[in-house]
């Protein structure tokens, strides 16, 4: 029965990551990877236990204390505070004790992430085709996801796995064939990014290859804005709202990040070395929205688009933590970065991702790709960090 509770876990666990469509709105989301923490956690405490790591607990406190300190200072509220707090506390105890649960490598857990990641991907595939022959309509891939950036950045570690274990063991060649045509397929400028970092990380293991790795991604970056209409528009209208500062005349997914932009440096002008506070960013964002170029011409649906999640998280770190939070950011990617483990780069290439295009704390594949970063890290295989 053990054996069986803890497989029921690993495969629920991993599913759930892909589960961020599944959800019903009651006042708030309630997603499916809730109500898996819940049942999981409650399955796993007879046998377990539930642990929380010194270190853990302190960076919550912080987290906590900055959200307080906002809130007695006016630039956060107390609802958007504690559901911040609350799912990044739930969401990140139940990993780390996902992993202490598992009497199984990080490999075997990783392999499995990568055949739902390919199935996920298949779907995706199979979705597309139907829609263009039976719909006669061409849609861009996003599986069973709510959007494709969101898609690609889910599978884009699988991706990275895959080719690895192509390229090192001959492994895996279909699978990660699938998974690359699906995020091609996808249009999502974060696919076409994900694709670059991981042709780079291919290359970049000592100097030569760093250096073949740069022009590599110059020459597949040149490619990728020449044919994709898409990724062509994004970028030239990324230019043009920098240079002019208004969003008017830009697509919806530029508007979207240079708007958060914009907030989270007012944010971030005003309180410079603590933020608003963790949540805050939904109160910036009704402070400092109508001062924006242009934002007048866009429908009130628009005005509100990623009022909570900054549209990635170096914008919501900036709004909410500022320079104390970019400097732990920046400590933890640096201090668990392991560049000689697949895992880690796979988990890393995820983090840059999300720092580009995705500012919400507690996605349900966030903190596995944390757990999968710190447990590959150096460190904690016990390797000195030159190594």
């Not at 990324?238 to 969003?247: F, M, N, S, W």
């Amino acid at each position: 029965m053990a054996i069986n509770i803890r497989s029921f876990v690993l495969y629920t666990t991993i599913i759930s990551i892909f589960s961020e469509a599944l959800f019903v709105r009651y006042g708030f989301d309630i997603k499916a990877f809730y109500l898996v923490l819940i049942i999981n956690t409650l399955l796993i405490i007879p046998a377990h236990s539930i642990y929380i790591h010194t270190y853990h607990f302190i960076l919550l406190c912080l987290l906590a204390i900055s959200g307080i300190i906002g809130i007695l200072a006016g630039t956060n509220d107390l609802i958007p505070f504690l559901f911040t707090i609350t799912g990044i506390s739930a969401s990140s105890i139940y990993y780390y004790n996902f992993f202490k649960y598992q009497n199984i490598s990080i490999e075997k857990i990783f392999n499995l992430y990568f055949h739902i990641a390919y199935l996920v991907a298949l779907i995706g595939l199979l979705i597309f085709c139907y829609d263009l022959i039976i719909g006669n309509e061409l849609k861009y891939v996003k599986s069973i996801m709510l959007e494709p950036a969101h898609y690609c950045a889910a599978v884009m570690p699988a991706l990275y796995y895959g080719l690895q274990r192509t390229l090192q063991e001959r492994e895996h060649i279909w699978k990660s064939g699938i998974i690359l045509v699906s995020i091609g397929l996808s249009g999502s400028s974060v696919g076409f990014v994900g694709l670059l970092l991981i042709l780079f990380f291919l290359f970049a293991r000592n100097i030569k290859g760093t250096i073949l790795g740069i022009i590599a991604v110059s020459l597949s970056f040149a490619f990728i804005y020449t044919f994709s209409d898409k990724f062509n528009l994004r970028v030239d209208d990324t230019l043009r709202a920098i240079q002019t500062g208004a969003v008017d005349e830009v697509n919806l997914s530029t508007y979207s990040l240079i708007k958060n932009t914009f907030i989270a440096t007012e944010s971030f002008k005003r309180n410079p070395l603590l933020g608003g506070g963790l949540g805050s960013h939904v109160v910036s964002h009704e402070k400092f929205v109508d001062s924006i170029p242009g934002i007048e011409m866009l429908p009130i649906d628009f005005i509100e688009l990623n009022s909570k999640d900054a549209s990635s998280l170096a914008n919501r770190v900036v709004s909410e933590l500022g320079i104390i939070g970019v400097i732990f950011l920046l400590t933890f990617l640096y201090y668990f970065r392991n560049k000689n483990n697949a895992f880690n780069t796979a988990a890393f290439i995820y983090f840059l991702l999300k720092l580009l295009r995705n500012g919400h704390y507690f996605t349900p594949e966030t903190y596995f790709f944390v757990m999968v970063f710190v447990l590959t890290s150096a460190a904690a295989m016990g390797k000195p960090r030159s190594n």
